[in-house]
């Protein structure tokens, strides 16, 4: 069983950044990959970005290609995610996820264990 709570999200102008974090409890994170998703309001939940069990793999939804990053410290059993260049559009609560599968996945289905999620709200 892995539990994942989010933190680090708030409120920023357009243009700035913020960072997020993914802590998690258990000592198989490391065999987890991790990833990130989004929902803002009346839309469905939105596929972020994705890293693999020890971080040599991303993948990136093509809305946040180049402006965000995601990273991962298998010791302090946390997962980061870097926002830049921020969008009021990226307004929404940001979710961490874990997948059993060592290589990433962009499907809602592949992950079995779900944060509460942080709200990131980006003002124009």
């Known amino acids: 069983q892995v539990q994942l709570v989010e933190s680090g999200g708030g409120l920023v102008q357009a243009g700035g950044s913020l960072r997020v974090s993914c802590a998690a409890s258990g000592r198989t994170f490391s065999s987890y990959s991790m990833g990130w998703f989004r929902q803002a309001p009346g839309k469905e939940r939105e596929f972020v970005t994705a890293i693999s069990v020890n971080g040599g793999a991303t993948y990136y939804g093509d809305s946040v290609k180049g402006r965000f990053t995601i990273s991962r410290d298998n010791v302090k059993n946390t997962v980061y995610l870097q926002m830049n260049s921020l969008k009021p559009e990226d307004t929404a609560v940001y979710y961490c996820?874990?997948?059993?599968?060592?290589?990433?996945?962009?499907?809602?289905?592949?992950?079995?264990?779900w944060g509460q999620g942080t709200q990131v709200t980006v003002s124009s």
């Open positions: 996820a874990a997948s059993p599968n060592p290589i990433p996945a962009i499907r809602t289905r592949a992950y079995v264990y």
